[in-house]
């Protein structure tokens, strides 16, 4: 099992999770690989499963289930403090997915601004093996 997160930023600001200064308040976040392909040669193969539409208030509270509410009090209060979201990868040809699924990059940057759906979401850290 993974023992750090690495730091997510995140510009899927129509997701319900996402905070201002593109960071993701989800407990655990899933990153895919775009289900056409089946295999990603590309960021934009890959897609981000724990995207939640923000529509309406009903969508903020059915992402209830997989919020971080202990790193997003923390990161209101505690300056400098950065919410991590576990991260967990299938997208088992890039370089730094690891065994058990786990992501082990420092840092990973998901992309989707606007985004109306999870296929509309890329992980831009992808590099392949």
Not at 15 to 32: E, F, L, N
Not at 44 to 49: E, L, N, S, Y
Not at 59 to 69: E, F, P, T, W
Request: net charge negative; hydrophobic share 35%.
């Amino acid at each position: 099992m993974s023992t750090v997160n690495p730091l997510v930023k995140c510009s899927v600001d129509q997701c319900t999770h996402w905070m201002p200064g593109d960071q993701c308040m989800a407990a655990k976040i899933a990153i895919y690989n775009d289900e056409r392909g089946g295999q990603s040669a590309s960021s934009a193969d890959t897609q981000c499963k724990s995207f939640h539409a923000g529509k309406g208030i009903g969508d903020y509270a059915g992402a209830l289930h997989n919020a971080n509410i202990g790193g997003t009090a923390k990161a209101a209060f505690a300056a400098g403090t950065q919410i991590t979201p576990s991260v967990e990868c299938y997208v088992d040809n890039c370089k730094y997915w690891k065994s058990g699924n786990y992501c082990h990059a420092s840092a990973i940057e998901v992309n989707g601004a606007h985004a109306a759906k999870t296929t509309d979401t890329d992980c831009n850290t992808f590099a392949p093996q």
